[in-house]
């Protein structure tokens, strides 16, 4: 908090000016020593304590409504910091878009107070966004593992169903490479695409007995 600490013993400051200093001071240090959030979160953040000292002298309704855009952009941006892990790639993503949001408070926020609405506003959007994307990778990977159970089991049925049968020795062996390693395949494919207990599966180990 060395930021608001250089602006407190700053020539020409009110005591009013002081008193919030102190209170955005302690906001800080609520979310700045939330352990859950990694170092890295924390710079980032911390660079916005002096534009929110500044929001809270311009307006009157910086403490009085929790609903305050640069409160809720404080308290968003502290959510996304939690459990961050920089060998996530979606995190990284996270972490560059924040930057990218702080920096642009810092560029562009005067006495304009709109724009902590606009950079929250850009956030939740990017949230959803994070969201939306890693729901759809959660539902590719379980269907992809339901996938390949499947692909197995069908192997392991058709492998079983073949060994049954070429047990006999008076099989011809031309029949017998036959069925290892062709009709196995087309039992495999079919237990894959219709199920072992399919009609289709039935009348293809029929059509091999």
Do not use: C
Not at 53 to 59: C, F, G, Q, S
Not at 130 to 155: G, M, P
Request: aromatic share 8%.
């Amino acid at each position: 908090l060395g930021m608001l600490h250089d602006y407190k013993f700053a020539s020409g400051i009110s005591e009013l000016e002081h008193i919030l200093i102190n209170v955005i001071a302690m906001m800080f240090d609520f979310i700045l020593g939330d352990r859950a959030i990694p170092d890295v979160m924390k710079a980032a953040i911390g660079r916005l304590q002096i534009p929110i000292l500044k929001v809270a002298i311009i307006d009157q309704m910086f403490f009085a409504k929790k609903s305050h855009p640069a409160r809720k952009l404080l308290n968003k941006l502290a959510e996304v910091a939690v459990g961050w892990n920089e060998e996530n790639d979606q995190d990284r993503a996270v972490f560059d878009a924040m930057k990218n949001l702080v920096q642009r408070i810092l560029n562009e926020f005067d006495n304009n107070i709109e724009i902590f609405e606009i950079v929250l506003n850009e956030l939740e959007t990017f949230v959803l966004e994070r969201d939306r994307v890693a729901r759809a990778q959660i539902r590719f990977t379980a269907k992809s593992a339901e996938k390949q159970e499947r692909l197995v089991t069908a192997k392991l049925k058709a492998t079983e169903a073949v060994h049954l049968r070429v047990k006999d020795e008076d099989i011809p062996q031309s029949i017998r490479d036959f069925l290892i390693h062709t009709w196995r395949q087309v039992l495999a494919t079919r237990a894959f695409s219709d199920g072992v207990g399919s009609k289709a599966f039935r009348a293809d180990i029929q059509a091999m007995d």
